[in-house]
T-cell receptor, first 114, second 118 residues
Framework: AQSVTQLGSHVSVSEGALVLLRCNYSSSVPPYLFWYVQYPNQGLQLLLKYTTGATLVKGINGFEAEFKKSETSFHLTKPSAHMSDAAEYFCAVSDWDTGNQFYFGTGTSLTVIP | NAGVTQTPKFQVLKTGQSMTLQCAQDMNHEYMSWYRQDPGMGLRLIHYSVGAGITDQGEVPNGYNVSRSTTEDFPLRLLSAAPSQTSVYFC?????????????????FGPGTRLTVT
């Protein structure tokens, strides 16, 4: 069965500091990986996705993530945090072996300290 | 495009009542899904559909029914509400199902329905 682990349910960074949100997955076949962001009282919005090809993926709002097969990881980073980055972030995974389902992590709440 | 719309935004039910959460999309997406979001548990898949007339169960289907008579609409029915169904419900759609060649398309989410069962 698929699983997604997001280490750290809460992460705080200072404005201008590096943002690093961790995601590890379990999959016996090549995965498709996603990061979503959720602002308060809103639905989820896609930040970036990895399907095939280049393992470093760039997304919206300056975020990027790197697929590392050897570490089964897909960590999300941003070089310099902005106050507007404060939100909940979800990692999700799917692959052809899971049929037609997406699996989400439990989320990481990012706080940006001025 | 309105994208994915959900109604109502808020709902309070008494235990045992039934209701339908509405979801519609205007992007001609084949894949639609329902999730529930609970604190500390992320999003869990309730039911999904890969096209009109085709539905299947996700991770937490008990107590919920779905149907897909058109490409646009994917309502979620609570048959007999229980306090354990208090949650925020999200509907999502995608132009390509996860199981197809080329991988899944991006999921577009609705704004959610906050349901309280007393």
């Amino acid at each position: 069965a698929q699983s997604v682990t997001q280490l750290g349910s809460h992460v705080s960074v200072s404005e201008g500091a590096l943002v690093l949100l961790r995601c590890n997955y379990s999959s016996s076949v090549p995965p498709y990986l996603f990061w979503y962001v959720q602002y308060p009282n809103q639905g989820l919005q896609l930040l970036l996705k990895y399907t095939t090809g280049a393992t470093l993926v760039k997304g919206i709002n300056g975020f990027e993530a790197e697929f590392k097969k050897s570490e089964t990881s897909f960590h999300l980073t941003k070089p310099s945090a902005h106050m507007s980055d404060a939100a909940e972030y979800f990692c999700a995974v799917s692959d052809w072996d899971t049929g037609n389902q997406f699996y989400f992590g439990t989320g990481t709440s990012l706080t940006v300290i001025p | 495009n309105a994208g994915v719309t959900q109604t109502p935004k808020f709902q309070v039910l008494k235990t045992g009542q039934s209701m339908t959460l509405q979801c519609a999309q205007d992007m001609n997406h084949e894949y639609m899904s329902w999730y529930r979001q609970d604190p500390g548990m992320g999003l869990r898949l309730i039911h999904y559909s890969v096209g009109a007339g085709i539905t299947d169960q996700g991770e937490v289907p008990n107590g919920y029914n779905v149907s897909r008579s058109t490409t646009e609409d994917f309502p979620l029915r609570l048959l007999s509400a229980a306090p354990s169904q208090t949650s925020v419900y999200f509907c999502a759609s995608s132009y390509r199902s996860p199981g197809l060649a080329g991988g899944p398309g991006e999921q577009y989410f609705g704004p959610g329905t906050r349901l309280t069962v007393t």
